[in-house]
Each structure stands twice: as C-alpha cells, then as structure tokens.
C-alpha cells in the first residue's frame, strides 16, 4: 500500500493530467520505443514550436486522467510505452507532426487520438496527420481565389482599352 504522500502526489498528478486533457482540442498517444535521443530531441522541439505539449507519462496515470473526463476509448491502446501529445489550439499539429515523424520510423507507431473529443483510432489519426496545417489551408484558398479575381481584372482593363482606343478612333 502507497503512503498518504506518494497517493497524495499520484492523485495530484491525475488531477492535473485531467484538466490539461479537457481544456486541449486535439489528444494523440504514440507508441515511442526505438527512437534515439537526437530524434527525441528533435521531435520535441517541433511539437513545442507548434504549441504542442508532448510527454511520456504512466498508463495507468493517463487511463484514469481519461476516466476522469468520462472518456474509455484510450483503454485498449494504453500499454507498452506511451508519450501522449496534447495540443490547446491546433486540431491537426500534433498529428500531422507525430504522423510525419512516425512514416519515417521502423518503430515509432501512432495508437490513437482525439479531436473535439471524438476519439480517433490509428487509422483515422493516420487520416488527420495528413491534413496541411491551418496556414498551408489558407493560403491555398486565396491562392484558388486569386486566379479567377486577377482574370476579371484583366478582362476589365481589356474591355476599358478597347472602349478608349474606340472613343480616340
């Protein structure tokens, strides 16, 4: 039986993990064995750029942070070794980069994930980490909204230079 202090501590650490999970938009748990300390280093590092928070924590610590939130999808993939990524305000970023640093992996593996709650399995988190990020999104709508935009003008200068050469005619 775990002193009052370690029970203490445990249950403080569940209570904080609790809240991070409710107030993020976007969970993803990987399976990280077999990756180097560079690779490690290199990965936390994009993920902190993209105001992702990515840590290695206890299943059990997770599985009842989860339950305490009402949420038992994660049960079944939490075992082995587990670093869970989560993020407060971009739905995709720690997919897209946990996904992209898993293709190039023998043994990084993605197990699962949420967005909005909804609880993605592997598959799917593998489906999201393939969307472009918000950015990349927005400025290829404008880049689609461009081209139609910069034909009307040219075709206004061309019917306004043609009524001018006309009128000096």
Request: aromatic share 6%; no cysteine; hydrophobic share 45%.
């Amino acid at each position: 039986m775990p002193s009052e202090k370690i029970l203490a501590s445990k249950q403080a650490r569940v209570a904080e993990l609790s809240e991070l999970l409710k107030n993020s938009v976007a969970v993803v748990l990987v399976d990280y064995k077999g990756i180097t300390v560079e690779q490690d280093t290199q990965l936390r590092k994009e993920l902190r750029e993209a105001d992702v928070k990515y840590f290695v924590e206890k299943n059990t610590m997770l599985k009842r942070a989860f339950n305490e939130n009402g949420v038992t999808d994660f049960d079944d993939v939490l075992n082995g070794t587990t670093a869970i990524a989560v993020s407060a305000n971009d739905q995709t970023a720690a997919a897209r980069i946990l996904g992209e640093f898993a293709e190039k992996s023998e043994t990084f593996k993605l197990k699962a994930g949420s967005v909005e709650g909804e609880y993605f399995d592997e598959t799917k988190i593998l489906a999201l980490s393939k969307i472009p990020s918000k950015d990349v999104l927005l400025a290829q709508l404008v880049g689609s909204l461009q081209g139609p935009i910069q034909k009307l003008a040219a075709l206004l200068k061309a019917v306004a230079d043609k009524d001018s050469e006309q009128e000096a005619a």
